[in-house]
């Protein structure tokens, strides 16, 4: 088995470089090491100049995503192992902005999150002393895995859509839209329509399916579109065929 | 790219190549169907001509069977039928992902969607070719 | 911009976790027309609250009642809690989770659409509340979606808090460096609210993200604000060898056995009952963390821990509770078995060890989160009201963060619109703030080249050895001065990076300044603190001294050598100081 492995991370520090350019390190080999484990090796034995996010280092707080090898993943629980002998190739997530090194800029996104309105919207809200709104487990499970997201952006990094058209609302941002349009708590598709149905919203998305297979919580954004798509054809038929019919 | 200022950040934007789909297979498959899909679109064409052509009359339908059946053409409707296949099959694959159906409180995997999905083509295949057949 | 400009704002919130969003929801729901800042140095949704995994404790159950609730965490903290807060802690918490479910939370349910509880350690009834076991991270992310709403709700993303502006007596905000590009500026407010969790980070071993460096306590502490019941270190039984991810306590509350190498459920033999094959609330498995987590070292002592390469570990066995119910209660256990140990825990018995969790000790504030220095409050894992007293329950915590988070947002309010608007002296003391950092970090590595992984790694070793589960007078002299000496190591030492942008080292070298001041206060508190209770256990002083010591520790920062302790009692209402029974 290899003692070191040749990690090279991709390296712009905007004071310095004017572009940005790939730096070699070499870590030693641990079978328990995940890629995070290595870029804190280098930070704190070799270089510690280098930067990037991780925060819970267990897969739950979306920091740490990365493009490893043109892949993105979430390298606090990618093992290092899986890319002997090396070298492994480091990079910030595609299609964002790099701000330093590993660090990409990150408010566009945040804008996006916001824009579908991610939030209970209801006609009349209930006080909390009267008690909770009942749910049942079948009516949890409907939106439950769209709840799931952890906004580590990988999906949108895999979309070539999100690269070729920097305002599309994106899969994460659509899939949580829909996390809340199947809540039974929730009366508010109509005003996310108004987003999701607009010319940077669902039909944007070719169904290159990517972000689906990148997504490390099994989310299913690209399934989350297509079902919108069904909603949004199905909303259009009616009101075409049924004017006068309830909006 | 203007210099760096300080306190202003400067972030780097990477250009994306047009052959941004070469690196990995799924978007080269991707890209695939994309483009295979102006074959379908040109199946569309010859559909409506075919029915303009009917709506002529009998000698407008011939001129046109026997345009047809030209080798060129016979090549062109060939490899139009491979794509159609290819979309049939990419396009039931993929529709689980837009359909949710349940049985009671479990909802029905994928694959029986998809199983589903290939059961009705063949059947409504079947029934026309007999229709076809018996005429 | 805040109300009266840029970087101005009435109520200013350091940390976006779930106290701290919480607090942005109350005040801006006390008075719409105040402005809310929310600085924190990650997306809010990084925040650490997004780890816990077990669940929330509240009554709601008809079987259940305020007082039992009151008294399980009143007797799991060794009667170091103040029963006030405790009281107004459980009568608040029902209403905050109902809250908290018309935000969206994902609650888990019963068949009838009501929410479900499950059993958890050191409760005598079910009253945890649960969305599977990612009970943290839908709580945190329910919380920051529903705090986008609010218009008056600015957030500083990424913007790390480097100090507190003090002036005319009252806290008035924070001086703030923003991570893209480097700038040190104040952020003025009426009031603050430090909401910036705890500081697992001291230790070596530990379920804390990266990001818990203890800020919050260090610059509380460093303005003169006392850190209360420091000493009290909470272990969670069960993390996994290496890495130190949390394996929840769900495990063992659904029926998960804890083995040691003789296949014996070893926590039998230290007074927590008899083994049953179901769980039985507040007995063996359910027993509180403190006592299990000292039952791991008494195993260790006799020899009956397996031994592995990252250090002696026991079994958390849930194979008897089957697939399904894995899969459905605590399938985030089995997710992160699979993918960090290779193991799957349908089939396979999962290595544990006890690994450093929460601290009960924090930012001294009453029960209405108020500091002893005006305008400045705090709230979460940063503050100790306390409810936690010297062990904190499970589920107790995330239930905390809404309760004393919104009465911290609501307290805050009241006080800005009290108040004036902020002095004129902040951009001058924001700049005095900025040259001390650019002279003390950037003043050329190449003289002083030491680095500051080196100082943390050691600081990581004292703290172990010296104020881990057990604790002597000997062990905690030698990492005192130990401490003291890395101070001094840090105060003389500078960084290699001196660009402006994203600096992280910059940021850790400044986490580590703070995490060694909190470090000392540790130390000092449980070197005073000569009895044993709860977390805190001294060798040389085995036993609870209710005579001398019910009383809350409180440390005050000395320049240059160890903090002041001083006392002051703890608040008794109706539950005297008894014994503690489990079993």
Known sequence: ?247 | MPAYERFRPKPYHSKISIFWWIKRKPYVLFIIRELTSIFVAIYAIILIIQIHAMAQGPDTWDALMISFSMPGSILLHVVILIFLLFHTFTWFKLAPKAMVLKIGKKRIPGSLIIAGNFIMWILLSAGIAWLVMSA | MGRYGPNLHDVLIVGGGGAGLRAAIAVAETDPNLSVAVVSKVYPMRSHTVSAEGGAAAVIKPDDSLDEHAYDTISGGDWMCDQDAVEAFVKEAPEEMIQLEHWGCPWSREEDGSIAVRPFGGMVKKRTWFAADKTGFHMLHSMFQTTLKYDPIRRYDEYFVTSLLVDDGRCQGVVALELSTGKIEAIGARSVILCTGGCGNVFPFTTNANIKTGDGMAMAYRTGVALKDMEFVQYHPTGLPFTGILITEAARAEGGYLLNKENYRYLQDYDLGVPEEKPVLRSMELGPRDRLSQAFVKELEKGRTFEGPYGPFVHLDVRHLGKDVIEEKIPFVRELCRKYENIDPVHEMIPVRPVVHYMMGGIDTDINSSTSLPGLFAAGEAACVSINGANRLGSNSLTELLVFGARAGISAAEFASKQQKPSNKLEALANDERKRIEKKYFSGYAKKSERISVIRKEMHQTMERGAGIYRTEASLKNSRSKIRELQERLDSCSIRDETFTFNTELIAAIELSYMLDVAESIIESALNRTESRGSHQREDHPERDDQNFLVHSLAYRAEKESPRVEYKPVTITRWPPGERKYG
Not at chain 1, 74 to 91: D, Q
Not at chain 1, 115 to 143: F, H
């Open chain 1, 1 to 247: 088995m290899a003692e070191k492995v040749k990690i090279q991370v991709l390296r712009y520090i905007p004071e310095k470089d004017p572009d940005p350019f790939y730096q070699e390190y070499e870590v030693p080999f641990r079978k328990e090491w995940v890629i995070l484990d290595a870029l804190n090796y280098i930070k704190d034995e070799i270089d510690g100049s280098l930067s990037y996010r991780w925060s819970c280092r267990m897969g739950v707080c979306g920091s740490c995503g990365m493009m490893v090898n043109d892949i993105p993943v979430l390298t606090c629980e990618t093992f290092l192992e899986k890319y002997l002998p090396g070298p492994v190739r480091i990079a910030p997530l595609n299609y964002f902005a790099v701000i330093r090194d590993l660090v990409v800029e990150t408010d566009g996104f945040m804008e996006k999150v916001k824009r579908v309105k991610p939030w209970i919207i209801r006609e009349e809200e209930k006080p909390a002393a009267e008690g909770e709104y009942l749910q049942t487990p079948d009516q949890l499970s409907e939106y439950k895995q769209y709840s799931m997201c952890i906004n580590c952006m990988l999906c949108y990094a895999a979309c070539p859509v999100v690269g070729l058209e920097p305002k599309f609302i994106g899969p994460a941002a659509i899939a949580l839209a829909q996390r809340y349009n199947y809540d039974n708590r929730d009366e508010g598709q109509k005003m996310r329509d108004d987003v999701l149905l607009s010319d940077d919203g669902i039909y944007e998305c070719t169904l290159v399916g990517e972000c689906s297979v990148v997504c490390p919580k099994h989310v299913d954004p690209a399934g989350a579109i297509q079902r919108y798509k069904v909603t949004g054809a199905t909303e259009w038929w009616t009101s075409v065929l049924l004017p006068f019919g309830k909006k």
